[in-house]
């Protein structure tokens, strides 16, 4: 298994059966979000449209549970909570948050345009306020 740093374990997971693209739409599309990963898959499923059939097949494969006992066999599908994205995504987020909040654009536009919850957007611009104040000088910052 190619080890991707860079990525959670689970989109790791998902790059090393479906392929690396195929990881990164899913996270785009649907990160943060719970979905249900059916048992099988056909070209109109949302998974399929989003990352391609071949791709979809193979998650679907690999993430669908093979349970057989006397009276049957079937496959059922599993409920996975996909990543919001690589492991800096948030730090990188709030880094251009702060940069568009500088440059004086809204907290909606800026959640819209980094990807994130106006609630992180006020925090960040709440942080940049407190490191924006001016203090009397006989207590320094803590950051």
Known sequence: MTERHYLPPLLNEIAEVAGLPAALKLCEDYGGREVY??????????LAQCVGLEAARAI????????ENELEESRHGARIMVPMGSRNFHAKARKRAAELLR????????????????????RVAARERDLNKDFDGKQGRLF
């Not at 990963?37 to 949302?46: D, E, F, M, N, T």
């Not at 679907?60 to 349970?67: D, I, T």
């Open 103 to 122: 440059e004086g654009v809204s907290h909606s536009k800026t959640a819209e345009a980094v990807g994130v919850h106006t609630r992180t957007i006020e």
């Open 37 to 46: 990963i059916p048992a099988k898959v056909g070209a109109s499923h949302w």
């Open 60 to 67: 679907v494969e690999h993430f669908s549970a093979h349970v």
